[in-house]
């Protein structure tokens, strides 16, 4: 009987024990799913939203470029474009399908707006294969026609949108179109950072960057600091179901120039049909008043981008229009050195204001001869007449006399051989050359000769026209060399504007009154005397200071000239300051100056408001080269 009664009490117990372990089980997997589906879910909910979210860096509005006066040379304008958005326009039984019914689609509202289409079905399976939540841009840049009849059937077209693009404009086409530069699609890299960290974003909606002149330089002011951001969810296939967040792009702020667009324009027109450049600066503060290269191009042809077709014809044209002559041209200065030969030889003791030398037309050193450029010669002259008369011969003296080093270093006190400081792309620092300069790249010794070439501004000698109009504006002020502003201020939204402070030059000349004012004198009576080696640069009611110069280029017996003037204005007043250079004319006398006179006429006509002055008559070419003319 014990036997038989233990295998039922064998059995409970088992059972007991496999209802126990059942239990364990059903409550740990119970407490699994809780915890995965409760305590976790919340968490893999997040993820998944995340996974699923994309987000998107909307462009700020690119800061305006205005001249001095608040005239806009630089804007932005609405460009009206229409746009897909493709989830609405799903259709289900495969890609094929939705191909279709989107390209029936655009074939319809091309027809009602009349306007081409040059999307195709390989356009639109791209995009529907990037699974890009950002709708499809089927036109851009709609005229009002258009627009009027795209908003009168926009009920027709389920998923089409009307949206609106900013694009960047120079109301002013080609007017300062080296010193504004041009702008272009900017890289992601270029990107800046919000709030000072970097951020991350799955899509980018077109952008411009500076990528020359002004526009380059200030394209972290003229960007906004901090772009706009949407985020949106998005299904398995890629498509856009929600909008999750919104930032509002910003704005860059606005640049104002010292640029006067009144004076670039006569500076520009004084140039037309001509290889050459034309700076304006007043020597009071060194504001650039107008910064003119000749021939140019149109900034407005390279927004969004340049074409290649047109950028080829650019950089094969052999007038180079893209080439900004007045920072990135060097060239020999010609005569419009020889107020620093002067001012070196009369700061260092050489010579005195009334030191006379005689001029019979010739220079002989040795066996070699140098010519001044009125072969029968001055006659015995002093300083002032000197200059006036632009002789040579007196030049080479008063070279000799100081030495070469004194020269070389009056010419870097007036900043030639280094960059002025303005900041624009491809400034050239020019050269001036020393006897370290000539043993490292000819592999010989400094000699008199090529202290005599110097001193009328030839040889290896270099500079910019930008150079010189800051010198002319030292000569004028009598002795501050300024550093060139170009910004005078920058607006700030909200904000008060940051002012850009005049500074001089980190090194400048020191000049004795007495001696500036020789050379000054020297230049009024240039142009006012009926002698003067500049009388065609003279104006009726404003007495103007100026220095021709002609450098001769190129092989021997070529006849190439550069032909240049620098000049100021009033003479007792000095408000302006000019260096223009015209490439292969015939002399500074005859090519530079009648454009310098038309220049400052209109300037005081138009600036200074003296409506009685008169216009010069457009500079036309000689028509024969005269057998003499002022250097």
């Known amino acids: 009987m014990s036997r038989r009664s233990a295998k039922p009490e064998v059995s409970v117990l088992r059972l007991l024990l496999l209802w126990a372990v059942m239990m364990g089980f059903l409550t740990a997997l119970g407490f699994r799913l809780w915890n995965l589906q409760v305590?976790?879910?919340?968490?893999?909910?997040?993820?998944?939203?995340?996974?699923?979210?994309?987000?998107?860096?909307?462009?700020?509005?690119?800061?305006?470029?205005?001249?001095?006066?608040?005239?806009?040379?630089?804007?932005?304008?609405?460009?009206?474009?229409?746009?897909?958005?493709?989830?609405?326009?799903?259709?289900?039984?495969g890609l094929s399908r939705t191909v279709d019914h989107i390209m029936d689609t655009l074939y319809r509202m091309a027809e009602t707006m009349d306007r081409p289409l040059d999307l195709g079905p390989g356009d639109v399976r791209?995009?529907?294969?990037?699974?890009?939540?950002?709708?499809?841009?089927a036109w851009r840049d709609l005229d009002e026609t258009a627009v009027a009849r795209f908003m009168e059937h926009a009920h027709e077209f389920p998923g089409a949108a009307l949206t609106v693009e900013p694009v960047r404009v120079y109301p002013q086409g080609d007017l300062a179109c080296h010193l504004l530069g041009y702008v272009g699609?900017?890289?992601?890299?270029?990107?800046?950072?919000?709030?000072?960290?970097?951020?991350?974003?799955?899509y980018y909606l077109p952008e411009v960057a500076g990528r020359s002149g002004v526009?380059?330089?200030?394209?972290?002011?003229?960007?906004?600091?901090?772009?706009?951001?949407?985020?949106?969810?998005?299904?398995?296939?890629?498509?856009?179901?929600?909008?999750?967040?919104?930032?509002?792009?910003?704005?860059?702020?606005?640049?104002?120039?010292?640029?006067?667009?009144?004076?670039?324009?006569?500076?520009?027109?004084?140039?037309?049909?001509?290889?050459?450049?034309?700076?304006?600066?007043?020597?009071?503060?060194?504001?650039?008043?107008?910064?003119?290269?000749?021939?140019?191009?149109d900034p407005n042809d390279f927004v969004p981008s340049v074409p290649a077709r047109l950028w080829n014809d650019l950089l094969k044209d052999e007038r180079r229009p893209l080439y900004n002559r007045a920072?990135?041209?060097?060239?020999?200065?010609?005569?419009?050195?020889?107020?620093?030969?002067?001012?070196?030889?009369?700061?260092?003791?050489?010579?005195?204001?009334?030191?006379?030398?005689?001029?019979?037309?010739?220079?002989?050193?040795?066996?070699?001869?140098?010519?001044?450029?009125?072969?029968?010669?001055?006659?015995?002259?002093?300083?002032?007449?000197?200059?006036?008369?632009?002789?040579?011969?007196?030049?080479?003296?008063?070279?000799?006399?100081?030495?070469?080093?004194?020269?070389?270093?009056?010419?870097?006190?007036?900043?030639?051989?280094?960059?002025?400081?303005?900041?624009?792309?491809?400034?050239r620092p020019g050269l001036v050359p020393d006897n370290d300069w000539k043993r490292r790249e000819r592999n010989d010794s400094w000699r008199d000769g090529d202290t005599c070439n110097l001193s009328i501004g030839q040889g290896a000698l270099l500079v910019t026209p930008?150079?010189?109009?800051?010198?002319?504006?030292?000569?004028?002020?009598?002795?501050?060399?300024?550093?060139?502003?170009l910004v005078r201020r920058i607006e700030r939204t909200g904000g008060a504007a940051q002012e850009i402070a005049a500074a001089p030059a980190p090194v400048g000349p020191r000049w004795a009154p007495r001696n500036i004012r020789t050379v000054r004198e020297g230049m009024r009576d240039a142009v006012n005397a009926p002698d003067g080696s500049g009388k065609r640069a003279a104006l009726p009611g404003v007495t103007v200071a100026a220095k021709t110069g002609t450098a001769e280029y190129g092989p021997k017996g070529a006849g190439l000239k550069m032909t240049w003037m620098i000049a100021f204005a009033p003479f007792d007043d000095p408000r302006y300051a000019v260096?223009?250079?015209?490439?292969?004319?015939?002399?500074g006398g005859t090519t530079a100056a009648p454009r310098v006179r038309r220049l400052l006429a209109q300037v005081f006509r138009e600036i200074e408001g003296l409506d009685g002055m008169p216009l010069p008559p457009p500079v036309e070419a000689p028509a024969a080269l005269p057998e003499e003319e002022p250097a």
């Open 215 to 297: 526009e380059k330089r200030l394209d972290g002011v003229l960007r906004a600091n901090a772009g706009g951001k949407i985020e949106v969810q998005v299904d398995v296939a890629g498509f856009k179901f929600d909008e999750v967040s919104r930032r509002e792009p910003g704005q860059g702020r606005d640049v104002v120039l010292s640029v006067d667009a009144r004076i670039q324009r006569a500076a520009e027109a004084v140039l037309e049909g001509e290889k050459g450049a034309a700076v304006v600066v007043d020597p009071r503060t060194g504001d650039v008043l107008a910064l003119a290269s000749a021939p140019g191009f």
């Open 39 to 93: 305590a976790q879910g919340m968490e893999y909910q997040r993820r998944l939203v995340r996974q699923s979210l994309r987000s998107v860096r909307l462009p700020g509005l690119r800061g305006r470029i205005l001249d001095r006066r608040g005239d806009a040379l630089a804007e932005n304008r609405p460009a009206f474009c229409v746009a897909l958005h493709l989830e609405e326009l799903r259709r289900t039984g």
């Open 185 to 202: 699609r900017a890289d992601i890299e270029q990107l800046p950072e919000s709030d000072g960290e970097p951020e991350r974003f799955h």
């Open 579 to 587: 260096a223009l250079l015209v490439e292969d004319g015939v002399s």
């Open 126 to 137: 791209t995009h529907l294969g990037r699974r890009t939540p950002l709708p499809l841009v």
């Open 327 to 427: 920072t990135a041209g060097e060239y020999a200065p010609g005569s419009t050195f020889k107020p620093v030969t002067l001012l070196a030889a009369l700061e260092s003791g050489a010579i005195r204001p009334d030191t006379r030398y005689s001029c019979p037309g010739h220079f002989d050193l040795g066996r070699a001869r140098f010519r001044c450029w009125q072969h029968w010669g001055h006659g015995s002259l002093d300083a002032p007449h000197a200059i006036r008369y632009s002789c040579n011969v007196y030049m080479f003296h008063a070279a000799l006399a100081s030495g070469a080093e004194a020269v070389q270093e009056m010419a870097r006190a007036v900043g030639f051989g280094r960059k002025t400081g303005i900041g624009l792309d491809f400034e």
């Open 466 to 485: 930008l150079q010189l109009a800051m010198y002319a504006a030292a000569l004028a002020n009598g002795g501050t060399l300024w550093q060139p502003r």
